[in-house]
């Protein structure tokens, strides 16, 4: 996967990805809009014009300062402790009160004179292991110290970010796996690939990325529209969005059968129906509301003068005229710009319709809530042989009834199901070991190839040999001919 570029200034409206230690956020660069990453609140406008991976330091007011070297504020620890038996924490060690470092912050002091001064009145740094001190000044920086790094989105870092912040939505999809989907998927420039994910969008995007902007990639979805969320944190730019193309699963069958048409549905035009029954009921609503108006204003205008009732019933009947006209002029609008977008949506399925009737797809990749088996049994016809296919889910019990089904079936050749995992190691002098806290499981995968699937029917005279198991006569030639 690609990784962040260094070289690339950073624009106004582009997207990028904050990241402070292990946590990262993704956010739009934007004039005087302001982003709030973790418990503090940030204006991204010193950032642009910068390159990506320039740290900088939060200042007064949520100002962004580059910073052009980050200088090693680690204290030398002369003295050190063999071990730390003799360390109770019972919360006293610290002379420093809470108060005293807010009144610290609100002087203006940095993060690293902050974590100075801790260490200065801490009664037990001394007698630390120099290890644990290393632990408690690296604990205390990241806590105090208000420094941030601006790094360009990519495949790798959104999917971290969102497995850290938010994996129930993106399927428990861990980034390991994602590469191994990518890679078993044969997923690169000048293809043509299925994708039907819920993973809001990050496989979609992952696979566009690989692609380089090169090739066709159509996206099943279902219900109104597909989820995009983190397809759009990639930005990518405008050339990219012409390989993107976008179909309903729930056209698939007609389009299979050879019945889907480019007319409209009777679904839309029961939408259509729908939507026009309310905007006439709620029309004739403020008809009534409007009726009862000019019947308050009668009885009103009654009580006055002749005079003063010619003026109050022209302005009255002048403010409803304008009223209605603005109902009508809005209700117009409204009919318009959603028959615009029925007619954009239609021309978009005609688009990715054309790509798929042909049935010579390069490769699909599923990774969804829903279940696998009827997904991939009927979107299989699409892909032509010897092509590659990858289904992701984070439970092994539909991917062995996957599994099994398409055994049964045939026209699909090496199977394989398998179980991602991976194991993170802390490197460092001495005290290299596994990291306390893995994930338990990425998911599992199934992945096959599939093959021209020929339905023959065996000739008669095959059919009599195998029961006889004789061979054929030497006189057959002679007696055929």
């Given at each position: 996967m690609a990784g962040s570029s260094k070289g690339d200034p950073i624009v106004d409206g582009a997207y990028v990805v904050l990241k402070?230690?292990?946590?990262?956020?993704?956010?739009?660069v934007q004039f005087r809009k302001k982003v709030i990453f973790g418990k503090q609140w940030i204006f991204l406008d010193n950032a642009i014009g910068q390159c990506y991976g320039t740290t900088f330091e939060i200042a007064g007011g949520g100002k962004l300062l580059p910073l052009t070297k980050i200088e090693d504020t680690s204290t030398e620890t002369v003295e050190a402790g063999a071990d730390n038996r003799n360390i109770v924490?019972?919360?006293?060690?610290?002379?420093?009160?809470?108060?005293?470092?807010?009144?610290?912050k609100e002087k203006g002091i940095k993060g690293e004179e902050i974590v100075q001064q801790l260490i200065e009145n801490s009664t037990t740094f001394r007698d630390?292991?120099?290890?644990a001190q290393e632990k408690y000044i690296k604990k205390k920086k990241k806590k105090y110290e208000s420094i941030i790094t601006i790094v360009k989105p990519c495949a790798r870092i959104l999917a971290m970010m969102y497995y850290a912040r938010e994996p129930g939505k993106i399927c428990n999809l861990r980034y390991d796996t994602l590469a191994q989907m990518l890679t078993l998927g044969n997923i690169h420039a000048g293809s043509?690939?299925?994708?039907?994910?819920?993973c809001a969008g990050l496989v979609l995007g992952a696979v566009m990325e690989r692609m380089g902007g090169f090739g066709s990639v159509i996206q099943m979805y279902q219900g109104g529209e597909p989820g995009r969320a983190a397809t759009d944190c990639f930005g990518f730019p405008k050339s990219f969005l012409g390989m993107l193309h976008e179909f309903p699963l729930a056209k698939v069958h007609s389009l299979l059968s050879g019945k889907f048409s480019s007319e409209i549905t009777p679904a839309d035009t029961q939408d259509c129906l729908q939507t026009d029954e309310k905007s006439k009921g709620s029309f004739t609503e403020k008809e009534d509301a409007s009726n009862e108006v000019e019947n308050v204003i009668s009885d009103?205008?009654?009580?006055?003068?002749q005079s003063e009732e010619q003026q109050i019933i022209e302005i009255a009947s002048g403010g409803l005229k304008n009223n209605k006209e603005n109902e009508n002029k809005e209700r117009r609008q409204q009919a318009f710009e959603k028959k615009k977008r029925q007619i954009e949506k239609r021309k978009r399925e005609m688009e990715a319709a054309d790509l798929l009737k042909d049935r010579n797809a390069d490769g699909l990749i599923i990774?969804?809530?829903?279940h696998p088996t009827p997904l991939l049994l009927s979107l299989l016809e699409l892909v032509a042989p010897s092509r590659p296919f990858v289904v992701y889910c984070q439970y092994k019990e539909p991917l062995l009834e996957c599994y099994t089904k398409l055994r049964e079936k045939g026209?699909?050749?090496?199977?394989?199901?398998?179980?991602?995992?991976?194991?993170?190691y802390q490197v460092l002098p001495n005290r290299s070991h596994p990291r306390l806290t893995m994930s338990?499981?990425?998911?599992?995968?199934?992945?096959?190839?599939?093959?021209?699937?020929?339905?023959?029917?065996?000739?008669?005279?095959s059919l009599e040999l195998r029961k006889t198991d004789e061979p054929p006569p030497k006189k057959l030639k002679l007696e055929e001919l």
């Amino acid at each position: 996967m690609a990784g962040s570029s260094k070289g690339d200034p950073i624009v106004d409206g582009a997207y990028v990805v904050l990241k402070r230690g292990e946590v990262f956020k993704a956010a739009q660069v934007q004039f005087r809009k302001k982003v709030i990453f973790g418990k503090q609140w940030i204006f991204l406008d010193n950032a642009i014009g910068q390159c990506y991976g320039t740290t900088f330091e939060i200042a007064g007011g949520g100002k962004l300062l580059p910073l052009t070297k980050i200088e090693d504020t680690s204290t030398e620890t002369v003295e050190a402790g063999a071990d730390n038996r003799n360390i109770v924490d019972d919360g006293k060690s610290q002379k420093l009160t809470r108060d005293d470092i807010e009144a610290l912050k609100e002087k203006g002091i940095k993060g690293e004179e902050i974590v100075q001064q801790l260490i200065e009145n801490s009664t037990t740094f001394r007698d630390k292991t120099e290890f644990a001190q290393e632990k408690y000044i690296k604990k205390k920086k990241k806590k105090y110290e208000s420094i941030i790094t601006i790094v360009k989105p990519c495949a790798r870092i959104l999917a971290m970010m969102y497995y850290a912040r938010e994996p129930g939505k993106i399927c428990n999809l861990r980034y390991d796996t994602l590469a191994q989907m990518l890679t078993l998927g044969n997923i690169h420039a000048g293809s043509k690939v299925i994708v039907v994910e819920t993973c809001a969008g990050l496989v979609l995007g992952a696979v566009m990325e690989r692609m380089g902007g090169f090739g066709s990639v159509i996206q099943m979805y279902q219900g109104g529209e597909p989820g995009r969320a983190a397809t759009d944190c990639f930005g990518f730019p405008k050339s990219f969005l012409g390989m993107l193309h976008e179909f309903p699963l729930a056209k698939v069958h007609s389009l299979l059968s050879g019945k889907f048409s480019s007319e409209i549905t009777p679904a839309d035009t029961q939408d259509c129906l729908q939507t026009d029954e309310k905007s006439k009921g709620s029309f004739t609503e403020k008809e009534d509301a409007s009726n009862e108006v000019e019947n308050v204003i009668s009885d009103r205008v009654s009580e006055c003068n002749q005079s003063e009732e010619q003026q109050i019933i022209e302005i009255a009947s002048g403010g409803l005229k304008n009223n209605k006209e603005n109902e009508n002029k809005e209700r117009r609008q409204q009919a318009f710009e959603k028959k615009k977008r029925q007619i954009e949506k239609r021309k978009r399925e005609m688009e990715a319709a054309d790509l798929l009737k042909d049935r010579n797809a390069d490769g699909l990749i599923i990774a969804c809530r829903f279940h696998p088996t009827p997904l991939l049994l009927s979107l299989l016809e699409l892909v032509a042989p010897s092509r590659p296919f990858v289904v992701y889910c984070q439970y092994k019990e539909p991917l062995l009834e996957c599994y099994t089904k398409l055994r049964e079936k045939g026209g699909v050749v090496n199977l394989k199901l398998s179980e991602t995992w991976l194991r993170n190691y802390q490197v460092l002098p001495n005290r290299s070991h596994p990291r306390l806290t893995m994930s338990g499981g990425g998911g599992y995968i199934l992945t096959g190839i599939t093959v021209v699937r020929e339905d023959v029917q065996p000739d008669v005279k095959s059919l009599e040999l195998r029961k006889t198991d004789e061979p054929p006569p030497k006189k057959l030639k002679l007696e055929e001919l």
